[in-house]
């Protein structure tokens, strides 16, 4: 049981103690996609949504979510972010809008599920705004892209660079 830090010798779930972690610059960066419809996809780039603007609503869930993942997330620890970007990419080809969310922060422990659960929740926050115009739509593809700082070293998606 000793390879998973957040169970004890006897298998009991427990949150990791990062009390003796130096404080390091940290980031974390996530990505995700909903594919819908073109004309769904079209009424969010011209602000024409009925519920009023998808991206910057989605925006707000994102930064919101970041900031409260631990009240999500059992084992992750209370965070004091300094940073928050959440940037929409529209696809009209594939219909598609590309989520990506950077989180960064001095401290003990990293940021990757605070990317995650923004990118995840401003998922969720389009689908909410746009589905009475399609329920079609598809979250997707929610991964993280890249961390840096900590002691397991840099991480970019597809390759692992040690500090």
Do not use: Q, W
């Amino acid at each position: 049981m000793s390879d998973f830090t957040h169970l004890d010798n006897d298998g009991r779930v427990r949150m990791v103690d990062v009390g003796t972690k130096d404080d390091t610059k940290r980031t974390a960066a996530a990505r995700g996609t909903v594919v819908m419809t073109a004309e769904t996809l079209e009424k969010i780039t011209t602000s024409r949504v009925k519920k009023g603007n998808v991206l910057e609503t989605a925006r707000i869930a994102a930064i919101m979510a970041a900031k409260n993942t631990s009240a999500l997330i059992p084992m992750c620890h209370p965070l004091n972010i300094t940073h928050i970007r959440v940037d929409f990419y529209p696809d009209m080809e594939s219909h598609s809008m590309d989520i990506e969310a950077e989180v960064s922060l001095t401290g003990k422990t990293g940021v990757e599920m605070e990317a995650l659960t923004a990118v995840s929740v401003a998922g969720l926050t389009i689908y909410d705004m746009c589905k009475s115009l399609d329920k079609s739509m598809k979250i997707s593809d929610i991964h993280l892209k890249s961390k840096t700082g900590g002691k397991s070293g840099d991480f970019l998606a597809g390759r692992y660079c040690s500090n």
